[in-house]
């Protein structure tokens, strides 16, 4: 195979993934993922790195406390195996969640390897990180959130503008990820996967 058949292949590679990475943000849109979260969504889902749910973070005022505002950071979940159903369960709905569970239970260890990686050429910004965490003690629920340090709440050291301020860099972080993940997922060298459905 001479230099030019590589470079044809690469952009035949190269025209597949990004067919595949549009498609994959048309249907973001279409099933209605927040707009501060579809980046994100898509990067992970082009990695094969399947989500369940997510968040574009938002500063909201809450229904309890009136005239109180709070902030929602941005966050990802992902679920190893069919929404509630345990993989464990003595059904045929169970062992296809058990069956689903091994296949994506690898992600596990992928998402803090590619947090890690991602930091290795960043510093993290005006004190946000990203953070990979199972739920609730659940073996099957994990969530990735942009965190910083500070209140989430309005008090005498953050205002509503601080609040807003913590949610761009959150979510400027997740951007940030997100375009590591778009870059490395268009990398020539990586194959179109779609194992974990």
Same mark, same amino acid.
């Given at each position: 195979? &001479?230099? =030019?058949?590589?470079?044809? %292949? ?6 597949? %993934?990004?067919?595949?990475? @549009? ?5 973001? $849109? ?6 501060? +979260? ?16 997510? !968040?574009?973070? #938002?500063?909201?005022? *809450?229904?309890?406390?009136?005239? @109180? ?12 195996? $069919? #929404?509630?159903? =345990?993989?464990?369960? @003595? *059904?045929?709905?169970?062992?296809? *969640?058990?069956?689903?569970? $091994? ?16 930091? %290795? ?17 659940? @073996? ?17 050291? !953050?205002?509503?503008?601080?609040? &807003?301020?913590?949610?761009? =860099? ?5 951007? +940030? ?7 490395? =997922?268009?990398?020539? *060298? ?8």
């Amino acid at each position: 195979m &001479n230099d =030019y058949s590589l470079e044809v %292949k690469e952009e035949e590679l190269l025209k597949e %993934k990004r067919t595949l990475w @549009d498609t994959l943000v048309k249907r973001g $849109e279409e099933i209605g993922v927040e707009d501060g +979260a579809r980046e994100i969504v898509v990067a992970l889902n082009a990695n094969n790195l399947p989500t369940a749910w997510s !968040c574009g973070g #938002h500063v909201d005022t *809450s229904i309890e406390q009136t005239d @109180d505002y709070w902030q929602r950071n941005p966050w990802v979940y992902f679920e190893l195996c $069919e #929404h509630h159903t =345990y993989p464990s369960e @003595d *059904s045929e709905e169970g062992r296809a *969640s058990a069956a689903l569970f $091994e296949v994506r239970k690898g992600m596990t260890t992928e998402v803090p390897e590619l947090i890690e990686e991602f930091y %290795k050429t960043r510093t993290p910004q005006n004190g946000v990180r990203l953070m990979f965490s199972k739920v609730g003690g659940l @073996d099957y629920l994990y969530r990735l959130d942009a965190v910083s340090d500070g209140p989430d709440i309005i008090t005498e050291d !953050c205002d509503l503008s601080c609040l &807003n301020q913590k949610l761009f =860099y959150q979510q400027e972080e997740m951007r +940030a990820f997100a375009k590591f993940l778009e870059d490395r =997922y268009l990398s020539p *060298s990586r194959p179109i996967s779609h194992e974990r459905g």
